[in-house]
Nanobody, 124 residues
Framework: QVQLVESGGGLVQAGGSLRLSCAAS????????MGWFRQAPGKEREFVAT????????YYADSMKGRFTISRDSAKNTVYLQMNSLKPEDTAVYYC?????????????????WGQGTQVTVSS
């Protein structure tokens, strides 16, 4: 079992930055791929980024490449999402998720563990 708690959301102006954090419980954090997803009002949840257990491999949705950076700190059992050059269309609830996998997973249904989400609002 893995429990995930996100933090760091808030209100930011377009062009600004935010860093989201996701703290995970458990001693096997390094065995999980960690992912970030987001869900805007009236839209389906979409994949943002994922990182492997060691932190050496990352994968991003095309629309996030170059603006968002996923990273993890195994000593702190925490995964981060640094978001730069934010746009109003980035407004959504952001969720972190965990899955044991041998490779990249971008489908939300494949992730068994989820945090409660943190709201990000980007004003124009």
């Amino acid at each position: 079992q893995v429990q995930l708690v996100e933090s760091g959301g808030g209100l930011v102006q377009a062009g600004g930055s935010l860093r989201l954090s996701c703290a995970a419980s458990g001693r096997t954090f390094s065995t999980y791929y960690m992912g970030w997803f987001r869900q805007a009002p009236g839209k389906e949840r979409e994949f943002v980024a994922t990182i492997n257990g060691s932190g050496g491999s990352t994968y991003y949705a095309d629309s996030m490449k170059g603006r968002f950076t996923i990273s993890r700190d195994s000593a702190k059992n925490t995964v981060y999402l640094q978001m730069n050059s934010l746009k109003p269309e980035d407004t959504a609830v952001y969720y972190c998720a965990a899955v044991r996998s041998l490779g990249v997973v971008t489908t939300d249904r494949a992730y068994p563990y989820w945090g409660q989400g943190t709201q990000v609002t980007v004003s124009s």
